[in-house]
């Protein structure tokens, strides 16, 4: 079983030499941005980078992010070696375009609701929720958000897709705040988190990798229903199949990322 990434770092595409210093950095994936990073009159110099960013595919995973019904920007990105582009602002799966890899970005009420539509697309390979966008529409502070943020991780699960990462948390000084954010998704059922800036990125890994205690049971759980399919084990945990997907994500996140100590 493969790890998903944990954290998801943003860098606008308008500046290569943060590209190269994002990709180099301790994000598991990277996110060049053409949408909000990316000032208007930026965005055609922006896109223009991306070919000579992208001659040959990076050693982790790099995705773009387009602005929404950009023509351009989805020709930019055809071609070019990448596992995948974050479409911002869908609301419908007819909003999808034709590309082998979508991770879909929900930001609205209209699209909260179609998430399930959205997330069974055949381009779809990822669905998140974008909070800043959604809470102005909506006006929810933020424990408000919580149906919206439990509503996409089921329906990404439901499609068979990864469980989501959490929206960017937009104080890049408050790591305090991140942190107990991060436990929240958690607790949502969130899978790491996306990031704009490098010093959120251990905040967010610590959040989300499991702990010693946590890779202790997972194994024993799986080495229980490999052995007997069913039993009680130390702590007086009772297994059954049922608990296998959470076990086997767990130990696949130690082994790709360590475990938070």
């Known amino acids: 079983m493969s790890a998903p990434p944990l954290t998801w770092l943003y860098v606008p595409a308008d500046r290569p030499d943060r590209v190269e210093k ?6 598991h994936a990277v ?25 040959a595919a990076r050693a982790k995973p790099v995705y773009v992010r387009v602005n929404a019904g950009d023509d351009d920007d989805l020709a930019a990105v055809a071609a070019l070696p990448l596992a995948g582009v974050f479409l911002p602002k869908v609301e419908r799966p007819e909003d999808v375009p034709a590309l082998p ?35 102005s529409q909506i006006g ?20 068979g897709l990864p469980r989501p990462p959490q929206s960017v948390y937009m104080n890049v000084r408050d790591l ?50 490999e052995s007997e399919g069913v039993g009680e084990v130390a702590g007086g ?13 767990t130990l696949a996140l130690a082994d790709a990322y360590g475990v938070a100590e």
Do not use: W
Not at 31 to 55: M, P, Q, T, W
Not at 238 to 248: M, N
């Open 22 to 27: 994002a990709i180099a950095s301790r994000a």
């Open 140 to 159: 929810a502070l933020e424990e408000g958000l919580d149906y919206a943020r439990s509503r996409i991780v089921n329906a990404a699960v439901a499609a």
């Open 31 to 55: 996110i060049v941005d053409l949408e909000d990073g990316v000032s208007a009159a930026a965005k055609s110099e922006a896109r223009g980078n991306l070919a000579e960013l992208f001659r």
């Open 101 to 135: 890899a979508v991770h879909a970005m929900v930001e609205t009420a209209r699209g909260v609701e179609a998430a399930f539509e959205i997330a069974v697309h055949p381009s779809v390979r990822g669905v998140s929720l974008g909070e800043a966008d959604l809470r």
């Open 237 to 249: 945990l009772f297994v059954d199949p049922a608990l296998a997907g959470s076990a086997r994500t």
């Open 176 to 225: 305090d705040g991140l942190a107990a954010s991060c436990r929240r998704g958690r607790v949502l059922g969130h899978l790491g988190r996306s990031a704009i800036h490098p010093d959120q990125l251990e905040v967010i890994e610590h959040g989300y990798l499991p702990t010693r205690e946590e890779v202790d049971r997972a194994r024993a759980v799986v080495s229980k229903l």
